[in-house]
């Protein structure tokens, strides 16, 4: 019985020997293989590390408003008789928009003109017999004072009259109309808004450590978001002071918008354009990796063998950076990479330190028109 138990244990642990044995065999002919295997390389897109020239500038978010804007009222009560605009229609300085019904001020304007002409005939009479030795003097004063009183009234009828009629105080564009024909209206009542369109200012504010930048004149660029900027305008107003509370000081500029892509009340993304700057070491943002560590690169460099010696291909070598501005894409490198060193634009996220990589230029990253470096 015993030999029996002692046959059966020594089985056992050939048995067991021999299956991790095996695995022990397979797992080194594995590690072997994938040892000798060489590493396929990663296709990457470069650029060459240059100086350019860098427009610097200051970024804010603003508020568009109308140059010239007002929501238009009348001066007197009156039914509507005539609405001459439509909605989005656009006017010149004086052209006539609303008429209120007139015919009672026009029949007291009738009447006096014909008091008034009376008087003046009174007063040519008045004087002709002072003229003849058979009129005083005071005669003559009493019907000038009337002729005058009796011009008079009929300025004031004129400008009653001229009251009820609503004319475009500058040229611009008309909102949607907010009354009907017919309907009687009080003085203040709002009968759309005004817009001058084509010019139009922005609002905005910069930070206080930013005041000595900026000045009258100054180009700005504007866009609806930060990449895309395609209007442009100039400083027309700085504040005086800074605001107490947010240490921000508030510009106005002044954009063109003759296709009227713009709105008054629109947010904007602004951009104060800062005198340019050469020899300015600059790459894609797309280039640079950030880490808990710190920002980084990849640069391309010939491989090199155990020995330190040239070998055939490229590696991808991970460099640290200190960044500095930021502007239409690009980030400025202040150290870290040198003129003529090749940056990985695409790609860096199949990149370990060291590994082979094979350049391709034919595809890089997409930049807008105001995210080109400048030539």
Partial sequence: MIKRLLIAIVLLVIVVGGIVGFNMFRDNAIDQFFADMPVA??????VEVEPATWTPGIQAIGTVGASRGVDLSVEIAGVVEEINFEANEKVEKGDLLVQLDDTQQAADLAAQR???ALDEQSLTRAQELQKRGVGSETSVEQ????ASASAAQVDKLEAVLEQKRLVAPFGGTLGIPRIDVGQYIAPGTVVATLQNLDVLRADFSVPEQSLDQVEIGQPVRF???ENDMPFTGKITGIEPK???????VLIRAEISNPDGKLAPGQFVQVRVVLPQEDDVIAIPQ??????????YVYVVRPAEDASGEAADGLVARQVFVKTGRRSDG?????EGVN????VVTAGQNRLNNGSPVVVDNTVQPQLTAEQAPAQ
């Fill in 41 to 46: 390389p990663t296709t990457v897109s470069t």
């Fill in 114 to 116: 014909a008091q008034a």
């Fill in 143 to 146: 019907a000038q004072a009337s």
């Fill in 223 to 225: 866009g609806v978001t």
């Fill in 242 to 248: 800074v605001d107490p509370s947010t240490r921000l």
């Fill in 286 to 295: 797309t280039a640079v990796v950030v880490s808990l560590y710190g920002d």
């Fill in 330 to 334: 690009r980030v400025e490198i202040t």
């Fill in 339 to 342: 003129t003529g060193d090749l």
